[in-house]
């Protein structure tokens, strides 16, 4: 018995005057005697049954047209809402998986997913396909249903962040008041949308977070900083290290920015992405240590060890040797929070070499002694020599700050970094897990 069998036209029941949807259900089975393959009649041949309540019939109708054409996403999405609409839950997260294993990109089925996820109890894996779906959907236009699901995936993720910024932040609270932790609560709050952050200069614009009430100030002093002495002195010593590393054998410098060539971003840094025009090598690169160099470096690591360096899991200390080949300028960019400082200690700065500029006010390099600015403002760099520039670029924590905002400022940073790292690899599973389940 075929699919369409038990599916009969009571010709006796239809009413004399002229039915449109009748007729068009009778084109459709006529469609299907002669093409009992034809996905658009068995799809819409699906529509009639559901306005029907078949429930069944639907879900069986659309079985056979996704097993009819398995390469079309869309086929994947219709069945696993319509098994998610009926309580079938886990068979829709199989359906709606598979969808995404042919279209990762598909920001509606993404979507669907996360709230499949959700209503099925998978709470870490739905907030994961939120996070994913609003990262991808940042900044562009999206038409309204999917601007409405995206708003909902937004407005969940952000209880989910509220909750999890209050518990990593209740023991600092216990035991300092919450007064200690007002500017760290305004960049919590900024940063998960809840308040808008009002800039206190124009050119200043963290990409991640944002602490209100710092001064303005691009640029900081070296005097400011008692053990910057103690960096400028040992320059001879680092220079060498540092030479000693880009003459050793294997790669030891690589392009600073590595972005797939059709990554939105990659754009804005121009001829840099991918290019040894602007080459670093790192000692420290989120925190994380990469020995290969640091052992090639000894006299550097032991200075590194006593300097106060800012110190996050995940976010710092940042320590790296920065190449700027001749004629390279690093266009304008923003860091990430501006609860930090950069610290440039210039190494080897031929003659006329050019300038760092942050908020519109430039700098320039004299070897072994430091620039320090805060990289959340706009700032750009370039070298208009004929030689190499290089200078040890290292991260400090914004002096402006106190002990309490530091460390409410680094369970913040780590609180969030732990959630959609975690979330994100959820979701970034699903996709083999759930079908290889089946």
């Not at 599916?7 to 002669?34: F, N, T, V, W």
């Not at 691009?218 to 030479?243: C, H, N």
């Not at 925190?287 to 710092?316: F, Q, S, V, W």
Request: overall charge negative; charged content about 25%.
């Amino acid at each position: 018995m075929s699919d369409m069998d038990d599916i009969k036209d009571d010709g006796a029941a239809r009413p004399l005057e002229a039915d449109p949807a009748h007729d068009a259900r009778l084109a459709c089975l006529a469609d299907l005697k002669r093409e009992p393959n034809d996905p658009t009649a068995l799809t819409q041949l699906a529509e009639f049954e559901l306005a029907a309540g078949n429930m069944e019939r639907v879900i069986a109708l659309l079985t056979r047209v996704r097993d009819l054409q398995p390469t079309d996403v869309s086929r994947y999405h219709d069945l696993g809402m319509m098994l998610a609409q009926v309580g079938r839950l886990d068979e829709a997260g199989v359906e709606l998986a598979r969808g995404l294993l042919l279209g990762p990109d598909n920001l509606l089925l993404r979507l669907h997913m996360g709230m499949v996820d959700m209503a099925n109890g998978r709470q870490l894996r739905a907030f994961g396909h939120y996070l994913l779906a609003l990262d991808q959907a940042r900044n562009k236009p999206q038409p309204p249903l999917t601007r409405t699901l995206l708003d909902q995936a937004a407005q969940a993720v952000t209880s989910e962040q509220r909750l999890r910024i209050s518990a990593c932040l209740s023991g600092i609270r216990k035991s300092h008041g919450s007064a200690a932790l007002r500017r760290i609560d305004e960049c919590a709050a900024g940063f998960i949308g809840a308040r808008r952050n009002r800039y206190a200069h124009p050119k200043w614009r963290p990409d991640v977070m944002y602490i209100p009430d710092l001064p303005p100030k691009p640029f900081y002093e070296r005097e400011d900083f008692e053990w910057i002495g103690v960096l400028e002195a040992a320059t001879p010593i680092i220079r060498k290290e540092m030479i000693g590393l880009l003459e050793s054998s294997g790669p030891a410098f690589e392009p600073y920015i590595q972005l797939d060539p059709d990554d939105p971003a990659a754009d804005s840094w121009g001829g840099l992405n991918r290019s040894m025009q602007w080459s670093t090598s790192h000692l420290f690169r989120h925190g994380k240590p990469y020995p290969a160099n640091l052992d090639k470096c000894p006299r550097t690591r032991e200075l590194l060890d006593d300097l106060p360096l800012m110190r996050i899991p995940g976010h710092g200390p940042e320590v790296v040797f920065s190449q700027l080949k001749p004629g390279a300028h690093i266009p304008p960019h923003y860091g990430s929070v501006n609860g930090r400082l950069i610290v440039h200690l210039p190494l080897i700065v031929p003659p006329d070499c050019g300038a760092l500029r942050a908020a519109g006010e430039s700098r320039k390099w004299v070897e072994g002694r430091c620039v320090i600015f805060d990289d959340s403002f706009e700032h750009d760099a370039w070298n208009s020599s004929k030689l190499t520039r290089v200078v040890m670029l290292l991260d400090i924590w914004n002096p402006n700050l106190t002990s309490v905002e530091r460390d409410g400022f680094s369970a913040l940073l780590v609180a969030m970094d732990e959630f959609g790292d975690a979330a994100r690899a959820e979701a970034s599973q699903i996709t083999t897990s759930a079908v290889d389940s089946t």
